[in-house]
């Protein structure tokens, strides 16, 4: 497998895996929204094709995941670990002291992802996510530190 810095050319497999790993996913047009905001920057993860991705901002010191997803079919082999980890390393590279992010509370894998990758939980935003149907998920914040992070 190969990580590397995300570039436009990638923006289709971008949004492959993102629709991979969430239901609605988003489109090439979207994340290129996003990843043309000040400070951001994305890290794809290829084997036979894409099977990672992780979108993140860094700005005035702080860094934010924007969307981490790995393909169903490539999970449990550690891309979203590395991806993290290379992230948090480029985030402190562009020179973020922490870095945040929003999980949401019924995300077991996610959960236990960000807790072995040392983040800590910071707060929580009630209702973040919209589930449909009326229903509404709340958000975990959490931070990790970069200046101490075992990166
Ligand atoms: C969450 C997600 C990114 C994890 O990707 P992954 O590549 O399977 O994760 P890794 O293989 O790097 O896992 C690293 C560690 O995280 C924890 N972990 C990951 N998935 C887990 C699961 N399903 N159950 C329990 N622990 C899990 C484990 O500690 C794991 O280490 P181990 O496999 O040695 O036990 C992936 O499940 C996914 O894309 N989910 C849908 C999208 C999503 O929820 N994104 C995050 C939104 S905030």
């Given at each position: 497998m190969i990580l590397r810095p995300?570039?436009?050319?990638?923006?289709?497999?971008?949004?492959?895996?993102?629709?991979?790993?969430?239901?609605?996913?988003?489109?090439?047009?979207?994340?290129?929204d996003l990843a043309s905001?000040?400070?951001?920057?994305?890290?794809i993860v290829e084997a036979e094709?894409?099977?990672?991705?992780?979108?993140?901002?860094?700005?005035?010191?702080?860094?934010?995941?924007l969307t981490l997803a790995v393909d169903p079919d490539a999970r449990r082999q550690g891309v979203a670990r590395a991806l993290v980890v290379a992230a948090a390393a480029a985030a402190k590279a562009a020179g973020a002291d922490a870095m945040f992010l929003e999980v949401a509370v019924d995300n077991d894998p996610a959960l236990a992802l960000y807790d072995v990758q040392g983040f800590v939980r910071a707060g929580r935003r009630p209702s973040?996510?919209?589930r449909g149907g009326g229903i509404y998920v709340d958000a975990v914040v959490m931070r990790l530190d970069l200046g101490g992070a075992a990166l």
């Open positions: 995300a570039v436009e050319a990638d923006l289709e497999a971008l949004s492959i895996v993102h629709r991979r790993a969430f239901t609605p996913g988003w489109s090439a047009d979207e994340i290129a905001g000040p400070g951001a920057f994305g890290l094709g894409p099977v990672g991705m992780i979108l993140c901002r860094a700005l005035a010191g702080e860094a934010e995941v973040y996510y919209d």
